[in-house]
């Protein structure tokens, strides 16, 4: 049985670090996220497991039996001024599972790890889920050149922490894992608005992330007539408009102008340069999606007589999360008692680097309030108990 008042107090005492009330700045590769991954190995390494970190600063600990082992974790670092529970409350409720199965002497006969993803919120480096693509191989090259604000690159971040700078290092073969589950918090308003504690995950949507550059002609605001302008704004804004006229127009997409940066940047000057970010998220027909935004990328271009480049930043493919383990976890949710709604990640999780490199993949979302990346981001003990105990019933299952 899951033990609620352990899993609190070690919600308080994981929060503490980087924490200040409720907001938690645990940035990933710091010595704070180091600092959480030494408590969560203290606690389990007192319950027998190996305890091990890899080049990628991921932790695993490790309970021993035979053949392919059941992975199953989340990530302890977080955004600057985030909340206690994205990430951390996978790792704990993980922690907790095994913990409860230890105790209750329950003979698993795969080796159990539980994992502790570092950096997946990329908030340092730029580079997001970035311990999970570490260890599946998925890393892009030079990402360990990469540098936060202050000109520290990945690979220095790493030697400061004990390794030796080469994340690439810390890549395992997928076929030493016979699943892998996730437990996070659903970041969405969907759970509380149904009434439910718990949810499992069918989908993560495809994301593309793009930075999109606009010339014109900067000219003097007063002087230039309307008809002999190239405005690189305002044919900017027309593709903020069509993003969310198109992604409106399609199921499950989402898409987002979330940066812009004018130049010259003054009242009186026409603007002569844009840049923007494009974020373009759906879970069926991604591609589509990206298609049509692009195509009328080009077709302002042309018709506002403004260039335009596209510096395609990141794409991740729609992740299918697999049936049999939605099936196993369908039925861990409904054996503590709730009817649990499978449904779409709109947010990125390290769960799609295992599930793209073949290992059987699963995520439970636990109900959450106030939004995410926040300090108001919460979810309820009653809640995460309920999510430990599906977990642990689905490590039972699958590893015995
Ligand atoms: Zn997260």
């Not at 493919?317 to 990640?345: Q, W, Y």
């Not at 309030?369 to 979810?379: I, L, N, V, Y």
Request: proline share 4%.
């Amino acid at each position: 049985m899951i033990d609620a008042k352990r899993l609190e107090r070690r919600m308080t005492e994981l929060a503490r670090i980087g924490g200040s009330g409720t907001a938690v700045s645990r940035l990933g590769l710091s010595a704070d996220e180091q600092r959480a991954r030494d408590l969560v190995g203290a606690w389990l390494s007192a319950k027998g497991a190996q305890i091990r970190r890899d080049a990628a600063a991921n932790l695993f600990a490790r309970f021993a039996g035979d053949g392919e082992a059941v992975l199953v974790g989340s990530h302890l670092d977080s955004v600057p001024e985030g909340g206690r529970f994205d990430g951390a409350l996978g790792v704990l409720c993980a922690v907790e599972a095994l913990e409860s199965l230890v105790d209750a002497k329950v003979k698993l006969r795969r080796p159990v790890e539980v994992v502790a993803w570092a950096d997946e919120e990329g908030a340092r480096f730029g580079v997001g889920l970035f311990g999970s693509a570490a260890a599946f191989g998925r890393l892009s090259p030079g990402v360990a050149n990469r540098r936060d604000r202050d000109g520290v690159s990945i690979a220095e971040a790493l030697r400061t922490l004990g390794e030796r700078g080469d994340p690439a290092m810390a890549r395992r073969d997928p076929t030493e894992f016979a699943a892998y589950l996730e437990l996070h918090i659903e970041q969405g308003p969907r759970l509380e608005k149904a009434g439910l504690p718990l949810g499992v995950v069918s989908d993560i949507v495809g994301i593309y992330h793009a930075r999109v550059a606009v010339r014109g002609r900067a000219d003097h605001a007063g002087a230039t007539v309307m008809t002999a302008r190239a405005d690189a704004l305002a044919a900017a804004s027309e593709v903020v408009l069509a993003v969310e006229r198109i992604a409106r127009g399609r199921p499950d997409a989402v898409g987002t102008v979330g940066e812009i940066a004018v130049r010259p940047g003054a009242k009186n000057v026409v603007p002569g340069e844009c840049v923007f970010s494009l974020d373009l998220r759906a879970a069926r027909d991604h591609d589509g999606l990206v298609r049509e935004v692009l195509a009328f990328v080009t077709s302002i271009a042309s018709s506002r007589g403004v260039e335009v480049s596209v510096d395609e930043l990141a794409r991740v493919p729609v992740t299918s999360l697999d049936p049999r383990i939605r099936d196993v976890l369908g039925r861990a949710t409904k054996s503590v008692g709730v009817n649990a709604p499978e449904m779409v990640s709109g947010a990125g999780h390290d769960a799609q680097n295992p599930a793209l490199s073949g290992v059987p993949t699963g995520m439970i979302f636990v109900r959450s309030t106030g939004g995410s990346h926040t300090p108001r981001e919460f979810a309820s003990v009653d809640d995460a108990a309920r999510g430990a105990q599906a977990l642990a019933n689905s490590i039972r299952e699958l590893a015995s």
